[in-house]
Nanobody
Framework: QVQLVESGGRLVQAGGSLRLSCAASRNILSFNTMGWYRQAPGKQRELVATLTTGGITTYVDSVKGRFTISRDNAKNTVYLQMNSLKPDDTGVYYC?????????WGQGTQVTVSS
């Protein structure tokens, strides 16, 4: 059984900062890639950021320079630091872990950015 549990989402003012956490029930290095996705109501889920076991990161253009994905291997936790938040960042943020067999998903955490 593999579980990913997100936390840290809340209501914030535009321009503010927030850090999301994703706690995994197994060694996060057992995933080829971990990442964050988000989905706003009425929109498709989109990739926000990814981090490979080798340390390669990717970001969607709209968050480059504002968001940072990182990890603490000892804590089996992946983070998403979000700065200079905008209303368009509003959505449910999901943690994802991918190995060679399966994609695993958390339940999501709500981020709401007010104008």
């Amino acid at each position: 059984q593999v579980q990913l549990v997100e936390s840290g989402g809340r209501l914030v003012q535009a321009g503010g900062s927030l850090r999301l956490s994703c706690a995994a029930s197994r060694n996060i290095l057992s995933f080829n890639t971990m990442g964050w996705y988000r989905q706003a109501p009425g929109k498709q889920r989109e990739l926000v950021a990814t981090l490979t076991t080798g340390g390669i990161t990717t970001y969607v253009d709209s968050v480059k320079g504002r968001f940072t994905i990182s990890r603490d291997n000892a804590k089996n936790t992946v983070y998403l630091q979000m700065n200079s938040l905008k209303p368009d960042d509003t959505g449910v943020y999901y943690c994802n872990g991918r190995d060679r067999i399966t994609d695993y998903w958390g339940q999501g955490t709500q981020v709401t950015v007010s104008s």
